[in-house]
C-alpha cells in the first residue's frame, strides 16, 4: 500500500510538471516613453506677431509616467481617471531637454519598461514637476532661447513654477504608437505644443491657436537690455493683468499626445 | 405494409415536385447595411472641410482598413464590414488638430476577445492529465494486488 501510495505520487509530481511545462509563457515586449517638442523647438518659428524665436533649451521634468490598455478607449474630454484593464508605469522624475539634439533629432527618449504585457496601450498620464536638481531645479518647465524681429533681439529665460498633471487619450499622428507586440519595441509618446504659448505666424491671425496664445511681444517689452529671464511671479509684474492671464491659461493646454488632446489638472 | 410504403412515397414525391410559378407573384428581397456618418468639427463649430479621414477595423489597430477626406461640411462616410463587429476606430487630421473617435458596431464582445487557452481551461485540462495518470497507475497496482 506504501508502495503504491508512493508510486502515485511520482506520477502526479511528472504529470504536473508537463502541465506547467506546456503553460504559455507571459508576452512582453519593450515599451518607450517619448518626449516631443515638435519642430516648434528642435528648428524654431516666427511667433504670431512676427519674433523669429530659436531654443537653446527646454527643460521639461516628468514624473508618474504611465500607459494604460483602456476599453472603452479613454475620452480626455470627459476628464476623470483613467480606468484600465493593464498599466504601465516608468519609475523614477526625469528632467528632458526638449530642444537636445539639434533640428533633426528623433523625440526624446524619456525612458523605458522592458517586460511590458503586449497589448494596445491606448492612453497616458504624466505629471510636470519641479525639479529637485539640475539646469531647472525649482521649475517644472524652464525655456531659454532667443528671439528676434526688425534688428531686435531678445535673449529670454521663461521659467514655471506651477506643476501640471495630464491625462490623455490616444496619440494622434501619422501612425498609431502603443501597439506593443510580444518581443517587439513600441513608443507612445508626450508631446509638447509651444505654439500655444507664442503663436504661429504659418496660421492664420483668427485661428483659435493664435487668438489664444500670448504672443511674444509682451515678453519682448518685459526685457531690459535685450535679456529677459523671470519665472511666474515675475512676469506678473512685468505682464499687463490680461497677458499674464493669457499664460496661465494657455499653459496647461502644452500637453497632447501628438494631435490628440489631454485633460489637464493644474497645481 | 407493402400498401403503406407506397402510398408514403408517393407522397413524398409529390410534396418535392415544383409548383408553377405564377406569373404575376411578387418577390421581395432585403438586406441591410450599415452606414456610418461622421462629421468633424473645430471646437468653435467650423466643419474641419478637406480632413484626412482614417478608418481602422476591430482587432487590426495598425493597418488602415480605409482613407479619404472630408467633405466641406467636414462630413465623411462609410460602410462598415458587419462581418467585423467591435470597436471601429476613426482618426481625423487637419492642420496640427486631430481626433480619433471610437464607434461600437455589433458584438462588443468580439472586440476584446483574445486567442488561445484562458487559465481555467489549462488547468481543468492539466487535471485531467494528472488523473489520467493517477488513473492507470491506480488500475495496474490494482490488477497486480
Known amino acids: ?267 | 405494409m407493402h400498401r403503406k410504403l407506397i402510398l408514403l412515397v408517393a407522397l413524398v414525391i409529390a410534396l418535392s415536385l415544383p409548383m408553377v410559378a405564377s406569373a404575376h407573384g411578387v418577390k421581395i428581397d432585403y438586406k441591410m447595411d450599415l452606414a456610418i456618418e461622421i462629421r468633424a468639427s473645430y471646437d468653435t463649430g467650423s466643419p474641419m472641410a478637406g480632413a484626412q479621414v482614417v478608418v481602422y477595423v476591430p482587432g487590426d489597430p495598425s493597418t488602415p482598413w480605409l482613407t479619404g477626406v472630408c467633405d466641406e461640411e467636414g462630413r465623411f462616410s462609410f460602410e462598415p464590414d458587419a462581418s467585423r463587429p467591435g470597436t471601429w476606430d476613426v482618426q481625423v487630421r487637419l492642420a496640427g488638430h486631430g481626433a480619433m473617435i471610437h464607434i461600437p458596431i455589433g458584438d462588443q464582445l468580439a472586440a476584446t476577445g483574445t486567442t488561445g487557452f484562458s487559465t481555467l481551461q489549462i488547468v481543468l485540462m492539466g487535471a485531467c492529465v494528472v488523473w489520467g495518470f493517477v488513473g492507470t497507475a491506480l488500475f495496474f497496482l490494482r490488477r497486480r494486488s
Open chain 1, 1 to 267: 500500500m506504501r508502495r503504491a501510495s508512493v508510486l502515485v505520487g511520482v506520477i502526479t509530481v511528472l504529470a504536473l510538471g508537463m502541465v506547467l511545462g506546456c503553460s504559455p509563457a507571459a508576452k512582453t515586449g519593450m515599451l518607450e516613453f517619448r518626449a516631443n517638442g515638435e519642430d516648434f523647438v528642435r528648428q524654431g518659428f516666427v511667433s504670431k506677431d512676427g519674433w523669429t524665436i530659436a531654443f537653446d533649451h527646454v527643460y521639461v521634468t516628468l514624473t508618474e509616467v504611465t500607459a494604460y490598455q483602456t476599453s472603452p478607449p479613454y475620452d480626455p474630454l470627459s476628464g476623470g481617471n483613467i480606468e484600465s484593464k493593464g498599466k504601465i508605469s516608468l519609475s523614477g522624475t526625469h528632467t528632458v531637454d526638449l530642444a537636445e539634439g539639434g533640428g533633426d533629432a528623433d523625440p526624446i527618449l524619456v525612458g523605458e519598461v522592458g517586460n511590458a504585457p503586449v497589448g494596445q496601450y491606448n492612453a497616458i498620464s504624466w505629471k510636470m514637476v519641479k525639479a529637485k536638481d539640475g539646469p531647472s531645479t525649482g521649475y517644472s518647465l524652464l525655456v531659454d532661447g532667443t528671439a528676434a524681429k526688425d534688428g531686435q533681439k531678445v535673449d529670454f529665460e521663461i521659467k514655471v513654477e506651477s506643476e501640471y498633471g495630464y491625462a490623455c487619450g490616444e496619440y494622434v499622428g501619422d501612425e498609431r504608437k502603443g501597439i506593443l507586440k510580444a518581443g517587439e519595441t513600441s513608443d507612445l509618446e508626450m508631446t509638447f505644443h509651444f505654439d500655444h504659448i507664442f503663436g504661429d505666424a504659418d496660421t492664420p491671425p483668427d485661428d483659435e491657436l493664435n487668438v489664444g496664445a500670448v504672443g511674444f511681444e509682451p515678453f519682448a517689452g518685459a526685457a531690459s537690455g535685450g535679456r529677459l529671464v523671470s519665472d511666474m511671479i515675475g512676469l506678473e509684474s512685468a505682464l499687463s493683468e490680461s497677458d499674464f492671464q493669457a499664460l496661465v491659461d494657455i499653459l496647461p493646454t502644452l500637453g497632447h499626445v501628438g494631435e490628440g488632446h489631454c485633460h489637464c489638472d493644474s497645481h
